[in-house]
C-alpha cells in the first residue's frame, strides 16, 4: 500500500482530535487545514512546503517575525536556568527585570506590575482590581462596582470580559452568566451612530457617555476602552482627541479609566502603546499581545501606585489582592518579553516603522476604487477594509454571504494568510514587514476583493 503523505495524516487527525476556537467543525471537517510548521520572519510555512505571508501577526501576537535569532536566543538561555517557577511567595529574575522594564515604557503614572497569562486574563485582573480598590480606597466612595464600555468593543473570552464586551453574537449565548454593565456607542465613524461626521461632529458621540458617567458615577467602578483602535469591531479607528477626552471625564467623575492594550500595544499603532499618542494614562492598563513578540502567552495589568496603595494593610485586614494563576510570571515568557523589548531598543523598531507606515497608507489608497469597498481604516499597522453590498447607500453584506472569508480563501489561494473580522478584511503585519513584503500583502488583498466581489 502506498504510504500516505505526512501533511494528509495529520490532516485526518487535527479533524479527528481537535476542535478549533470560533469554527464551525461541521464545516472545518469538509476542509483541508493548513498545518503551519515553520515560520521565517513574516512567512508562514505548512506541511507540504507552501510558503504564505503572515498577514495578521499570527492573529495580532508577532512583533519582530518568525524565529527572531535574539528571541530564539533568550528561551533557550533561560531553559539552561529553569523553566518555571511561581511567583507565590517566591520572586524569580526574568519577572522582576522586564517588570521594571515595562514600568520605564509605559504611560507615566503606571508604576506595578500584575502577571497574568493572556488578554483575557489581563482584563478580568483589572475589572477585580477596579472593584476591589474601590472597597478599600480611604475615604469610601460609594458602591462602585459596574462598568461603562462601549458596544462592539472587545476584551476577551473569559465570563468577566464578556461582560465588558460588546459584540453581541458573543455575549448571546451567555447573557445567563454575564454582570451587568453600562454601554455606550462606539466612535464607529464610518457609521455614525448620531449620523454626524467628523470634525463638525466635535466629538458629540461623547456627550452619551459624559451623561452616563455624571447621573451614575456613584456606582461606575471603572470605564473600559480598547484605545484608538477597536480591532475586533473592525478596526474601528477613534477620532484625534477622543481618546484624551474619555480620559478627562474619567477624571473629572471619579471613575478609573481602563486601557486594554492588548492589542494596540507594543507598536502595533506607531508608538509603543496607543495611549502615548494623545498622552494619556490610564489608572489600570491591560497589555498581552504583542508582549512576548509574539513567542509564549504572557500578560501583564499595569497600575497606577494609588491603585496599589489601597491594596497595602495588615495581614489581618484582608487587602491584599485575591487573584494569582500557576503560570503567573512565567520566566521563559518574561525571558522572552525582555528580548522582545530589547529588539524594539537596537533595531529602533518604532522609527523605522514610520516611513513604512506612510507607504503602507499610499498602497491602500487604490484600493478605496474598488466598488464594494465602503472605507479604509489605518492606525499604525493596523488596518481595516469594510466591504459593503452598496457603495452609495454603505449596505453591508449580509453575514451569511461570508463574503470576508471568501475573500480570505482567494488570498490563502494566491499566498497571504488572512482572517477577517465579518466583512472586514484586515491586514496587521507583523512590525518587521518591510515595504516589498507589504505591497505583496497588499496587492494580493486587492486582487482577492476584485476576484470575489466581481469589480
Ligand atoms: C485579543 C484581545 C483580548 C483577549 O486576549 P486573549 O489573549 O485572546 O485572551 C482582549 N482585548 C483585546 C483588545 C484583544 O484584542
Known sequence: MKRRPRSDKLADWDRMY?????????????????????????????????????????????????????????????????????????????????????????????????????????????????????????????????????????????????????????????????FPTIAADPPYCYRCPIGLSYPSCALACLEPIERILKQRHREIAGLIIEPLVQAAAGMLTAPPGYLKRIRELCTRYHVLLIADEVATGFGRTGRMFACDHEGVTPDLMAISKGLTGGYLPLAATLATEEIYRAFLGKYEEWKAFFHGHSYTGNPIGCAVALANLKVFRRERTLARMRARVSALSRLLRPLSRLAHVGDIRQRGYMVGIELVKDRATRAPYPLSDRLGHRVAMEARRRGLLIRPLGNVMVLMPPLATKIRELTRMVTTLHESIRTVTDS
Open 18 to 178: 481537535l476542535w478549533h476556537p470560533f469554527t464551525q467543525m461541521r464545516e472545518w471537517e469538509r476542509e483541508r487545514p493548513v498545518i503551519i510548521e515553520r515560520g521565517k520572519g513574516p512567512y508562514l510555512i505548512d506541511t507540504d512546503g507552501r510558503t504564505y505571508l503572515d498577514g495578521v501577526s499570527s492573529l495580532w501576537v508577532n512583533v519582530h517575525g518568525h524565529r527572531h535569532p535574539s528571541l530564539d536566543r533568550a528561551i533557550r538561555r533561560q531553559l539552561t536556568k529553569i523553566a518555571h517557577s511561581t511567583l507565590l511567595g517566591l520572586s524569580n529574575p526574568p519577572a522582576i527585570l522586564l517588570a521594571r522594564e515595562l514600568i520605564r515604557l509605559a504611560p507615566p503614572g503606571l508604576t506595578r506590575v500584575f502577571y497574568s497569562d493572556d488578554g483575557s486574563t489581563a482584563v478580568e485582573v483589572a475589572l477585580k482590581m477596579a472593584v476591589q480598590y474601590w472597597q478599600q480606597r480611604v475615604p469610601r466612595a460609594g458602591p462602585k462596582r459596574t462598568f461603562v464600555h462601549l458596544r462592539l468593543g472587545y476584551h476577551g473570552d473569559t465570563v468577566g470580559a464578556v461582560s465588558v464586551g460588546g459584540i453581541d453574537l458573543f455575549r448571546k449565548r451567555f447573557h445567563s452568566l454575564l
